[in-house]
Every structure is written in C-alpha cells, then in structure tokens.
C-alpha cells in the first residue's frame, strides 16, 4: 500500500452519476404538483376567500379617506350617492370635522389667551389640544378599521349624531 500526502486526495472514480437517480423521479415529481398547486391556488383564492375586488378596494378607500382628511367627507356622498353605508360613513367623518374644529378653536384660543397671562397654563392647554387631537385621531382609524373591515358598527360618540340625511 502506498502511503498519501495530507495534500493529495485519494482517488475516487468520477462517475458520471444522474441526478434523477440520486433523488428519484418521485421528489421531482412533488415538487412539480406543488409549483401546480401553488400556481392553482394564486388563481383560485380571488374567487374563493381571497383579496377584495377592485371595485371593493376603491369603494373602501373613498369611504376611509375621509376619517383622516376630514375635508373629505363629502367624497363618499359624491361617489356613492344615495348609498346608506356610505351617508353614515360621511356623517361621522363630518362629525369628526366639526368636532375637531371647534375643539381645536376653543383650545387655540385658550392657549392664546392664557400665553399672555399665565404660561404655565397655556403650556396645560397645548398639551389638551394634543390629546384632543390623538383622541380624534383614533376615531378616525376605528372609523377606517371599520370599514375595511366591513364591519357595519358606527363610531361611538360620534356616529350618535345625524347631520346628513
């Protein structure tokens, strides 16, 4: 027997082995009827439990901008009608837009009043009006949750009150 050198590596005969003999026709096989599969169920899960559709998504969005940019509360009237969800959809962003002017002028007026006489009071009232405003911001995004959702519940406080008909 012949000594080897930590260098040279034995000899293996180099075969020219195919791979189909290595893993086997069937795993192939598999992973083609799951790339079929996979392919089936991307086609499959629109009509099945998948993603809105188009008409849906826009719908939702027109009914949720809205509850963000208050200004836009119009927008689902005008798009949609005479369309009861979106009334009530546009009713409570109204609401939410008068609600956060009007706060927001009483407490910008305070702030100003009070930043003449008493700071350390004015400094209170920036901070109310930063609260009031998160507050306004978490309606608006139960508003939009709602209605992605498809969830039919009006906003607390603010869905109690009929300004469009």
Do not use: H
């Not at 706060?103 to 009232?125: D, E, H, K």
């Amino acid at each position: 027997m012949a000594k080897q050198n930590k260098d040279e590596k034995p000899d293996v005969q180099s075969e020219n082995v195919n791979e189909e003999d290595v893993f086997g026709s069937e795993l192939d096989k598999d992973i083609n009827a799951e790339k079929e599969s996979a392919e089936n169920n991307k086609t499959n899960d629109n009509s099945a439990k998948g993603p809105d559709s188009k008409d849906d998504i826009i719908r939702k969005l027109m009914l949720s901008i809205g509850y963000i940019v208050w200004i836009l509360f119009f927008l689902p009237l005008v798009v949609y009608g005479n369309d009861p969800y979106a009334k009530r959809c546009a009713n409570e962003q109204l609401n939410l837009f008068i609600f956060g002017a009007i706060g927001n002028l009483i407490f910008g007026v305070l702030v100003g009043i009070f930043a003449l006489f008493l700071p350390v009071l004015s400094a209170i009232f920036s901070i109310v009006v930063s609260v009031w405003n998160f507050c306004l911001l978490i309606f608006g995004i139960v508003g939009i949750i709602n209605v992605v959702s498809g969830n039919n519940k009006s906003l607390p406080i603010f869905g109690a009150f009929s300004i469009i008909k």
